[in-house]
């Protein structure tokens, strides 16, 4: 009986590390080179898999698309319904269509595929590196910040409900501009809702302290020292849910 269960352990560590190789294979190698703009990303599972999603895609036109998307729940079946919210996302024209409009069609697919009660937040921004103009719509998830090379801080908000539950959900466009030396930041509610041992959250404030202090950074050393310091702060109780940040600067003329 024990070799029977070791046997199936065995079989189910593999299935595991398998699904772990094919969703490394939809997560960016690495950023892309964009011109006029410094990009990073990342993501760390809570478990073998997770639900969380990121993603730079460049346009063909000098704009990148930034994604970042959290599926509602954890392990293997969050993972399928990222696999599915990213194959519909690269079917759609986001060189052309309005990321509202784009963002009302994943609404759709994902209210008619997937069960009652599953939902996920998305944020997709287009961003010219050449201007600093950002064009985004934001569906439910965290609002991103924009920091400015002084310091202010601007969240960006504009957008709509989460994806999954009404399917005729609308959705605004908003916009933003970066300035040389801006910075903004896509994240998971993994980074702010990180818990200590005492149940105390992470927190927007702290993430806010970290990118003002870490300012001199290149968008890789902060978004590992961002990661880090999320981790330190979960301590002995580890992860509870996916971690995933973007980072991305824009760059003087």
């Not at 994943?106 to 599953?118: A, D, Q, T």
């Not at 600093?132 to 719509?137: E, H, P, T, W």
């Amino acid at each position: 009986r024990g070799r029977q269960l070791e046997i199936e352990r065995e079989r189910i560590e593999g299935e595991l590390a398998l699904a772990r190789r094919i969703q490394a294979r939809l997560l960016p190698a690495g950023p892309p080179a964009a011109p006029g703009v410094e990009l990073a990303g990342t993501t760390e599972p809570a478990r073998e898999v997770g639900g969380d999603y990121y993603d730079f895609i460049p346009l063909g036109d000098g704009r990148v698309a930034l994604v970042i998307a959290d599926v509602s729940g954890k392990g293997v079946g969050a993972a399928l319904l990222m696999s599915a919210f990213r194959a519909s996302l690269m079917s759609q024209d986001l060189a052309r269509e309005p990321v509202a409009t784009v963002l009302a069609r994943l609404n759709r697919f994902l209210h008619r595929s997937v069960e009652p009660g599953r939902f996920v937040t998305a944020f997709l921004g287009l961003l010219d590196g050449a201007s600093g103009r950002l064009v985004y719509s934001n569906a439910g998830h965290n609002a991103p910040m924009l920091l400015a090379a002084g310091g202010a801080v601007a969240r960006l908000e504009t957008g709509g409900l989460i994806l999954g539950i009404l399917e005729r959900a609308e959705y605004e466009t908003g916009e933003a501009r970066l300035a040389p030396g801006d910075r903004l930041v896509l994240f998971t509610d993994g980074v702010t809702e990180a818990m200590d041992e005492s149940d105390e959250q992470w927190g927007e404030e702290r993430l806010l302290g970290l990118l003002r202090d870490g300012a001199d950074l290149g968008c890789a050393a902060l978004m590992a020292r961002i990661v880090g310091e999320v981790r330190r702060f979960e301590g002995a109780r580890g992860a509870s849910d996916d971690v995933t940040l973007v980072v991305a600067r824009r760059l003087g003329a």
